[in-house]
Antibody, heavy 118, light 108 residues
Framework: QVHLVESGGGVVQPGRSLTLSCAAS???????MHWVRQAPGKGLEWVTV????????YYTDSVKGRFTISRDNSKNTLYLEMNSLRPEDTAIYYC????????????WGQGTLVTVSS | EIVLTQSPGTLSLSPGERATLSCRAS???????LAWYQQKPGQAPRLLIY???SRATGIPDRFSGSGSRTDFTLTISRLEPEDFAVYYC?????????FGQGTKVAIK
């Protein structure tokens, strides 16, 4: 059974950094992987994706140059390094696995909350 | 960037009724790379439909998706109590991937 567990969230001051992790189990860690976020009381916002081999990465404009997605296939773990954090980055961050037949979000973790506040 | 506009914002219906949710794209979603997700309060989203019309594993057949190019629809044929939730469409034909703003299906 596919299992995704995010960790690393917390309260951080504006301008500081934080790295999120997503531990995957129950499947071969060979699909593209995504991060999606949801600000409190708001809708879903796609953040970034990394290809199965880690070579190709895409970001939404608001995080380009500040966030970096990466993966360690030997550890079945996905990462999101977040720098220069802003109050508007406050959200629940979900990792999600792409599907077998396309880049839809087939499986989701339970999310980790990041709060950017002084 | 493809902008997805969902309507209505809120749909108030009774159990047993039919729900029809719309998702309109600002430009063609190639290859019908359109998905639908359900989210309940305090939970992560769950995939319902991918490829505009293919049900994900374990999704009841009362959920169906249709559409192409710029107009897509999610239909719930007979609402069950557990179907009252927020529904999002998402396109994955181009980057950035984008979501609609969501439609809340509420109990009337």
């Amino acid at each position: 059974q596919v299992h995704l567990v995010e960790s690393g969230g917390g309260v951080v001051q504006p301008g500081r950094s934080l790295t999120l992790s997503c531990a995957a189990s129950g499947f071969t860690f060979s699909n593209a992987m995504h991060w999606v976020r949801q600000a409190p009381g708001k809708g879903l916002e796609w953040v970034t994706v990394v290809s199965s081999d880690g070579r190709n990465k895409y970001y939404t404009d608001s995080v380009k140059g500040r966030f970096t997605i990466s993966r360690d296939n030997s550890k079945n773990t996905l990462y999101l390094e977040m720098n220069s954090l802003r109050p508007e980055d406050t959200a629940i961050y979900y990792c999600a696995r792409a599907g077998e037949y396309g880049d839809y979000l087939a499986h989701w973790g339970q999310g980790t909350l990041v709060t950017v506040s002084s | 960037e493809i902008v997805l506009t969902q309507s209505p914002g809120t749909l108030s219906l009774s159990p047993g009724e039919r729900a029809t949710l719309s998702c309109r794209a600002s430009q063609t979603v190639t290859s019908a790379y359109l998905a639908w997700y359900q989210q309940k309060p305090g939970q992560a989203p769950r995939l319902l439909i991918y490829g505009a019309s293919s049900r994900a594993t374990g999704i009841p057949d009362r959920f169906s998706g249709s559409g192409s190019r710029t107009d897509f629809t999610l239909t719930i044929s007979r609402l069950e109590p557990e179907d009252f939730a927020v529904y999002y469409c998402q396109q994955y034909s181009s980057s950035p991937r984008t979501f609609g703003q969501g439609t809340k299906v509420a109990i009337k």
